[in-house]
């Protein structure tokens, strides 16, 4: 059985929803039966290379707050990560564009080492004053997945490497009828949207497994809500 996990860097919800995702998994009998497949999806496609400002900032002027409040808010996100086991700063983390660590995860996904990459990534990002919008941080964090540095660096300085894979994935998304994320889809039967609790993917893997219900729309998914980020980077 396949779960194809539609997500992003940028999305805190995201690495939230992984860990969960991954003790649902745990918990499932079939588990060695799972084929689990990332794909890509943007917050923010319209983000230039470069347009990276520190997480508080960026909060704050989108939701028109204070920076105390932009604080606050990070800081409830932080206590699910924490409850999760994760790592997670409030402060010191920055803000961009993620199409290039979608590019290269792409790569890493030719060579075997998606997942050890995206665990990475999601902890530089997340738990660790480490910008991967930087892309000397981002060929570490490649290298240290086990991507050789020359052909990373090859990747990062050519615009259209591994592009169009990246595009293809947010264009199924959408196809799905995906508008937030994490998105997770179950054998192309079930769907499940957000971070939800670890039991609730145990449920979407059995129910799977069985054969049982057509696809799931991410406003019909089953269980507790789960926290999810939208296409305009809206977190809640």
Not at 106 to 129: I, P, V, W
Not at 194 to 220: D, H, S
């Amino acid at each position: 059985m396949r779960v194809e996990i539609w997500s992003d860097i940028a999305c805190p919800w995201c690495y939230v929803g992984k860990a969960r995702f991954e003790k649902g998994l745990e918990a499932f009998a079939h588990r060695g039966d799972v084929e689990v497949v990332h794909r890509s999806f943007e917050l923010d496609p319209n983000l230039a290379k470069g347009d990276v400002v520190p997480v508080l900032d960026m909060l704050a002027q989108k939701y028109g707050r204070t920076r105390e409040q932009a604080r606050a808010m990070e800081a409830t996100v932080a206590s699910n990560a924490q409850a999760e086991g994760l790592g997670y700063l409030v402060d010191g983390r920055d803000s961009g564009s993620t199409f290039d660590i979608h590019r290269v995860l792409h790569l890493a996904k030719a060579r075997g080492l998606q997942s050890e990459l995206l665990d990475l990534a999601y902890r530089a990002n997340f738990a660790e004053e480490q910008s991967v919008f930087d892309d000397e941080v981002l060929v570490k964090l490649a290298v240290a997945a086990g991507l050789d540095e020359i052909e990373t660096r090859a990747v990062l300085a050519d615009p259209e490497a591994y592009a169009d894979d990246v595009r293809a994935d947010e264009r199924e998304a959408a196809e799905l009828g995906a508008n937030s994320v994490p998105f997770f889809v179950f054998d192309r039967r079930y769907g499940v949207s957000g971070g939800q609790p670890a039991e609730v993917f145990t449920q979407a893997l059995e129910q799977a497994w069985k054969g049982r219900g057509p696809l799931m729309t991410p406003a019909a998914s089953p269980g507790a809500e789960g926290g999810s980020c939208d296409v305009d980077g809206n977190c809640a």
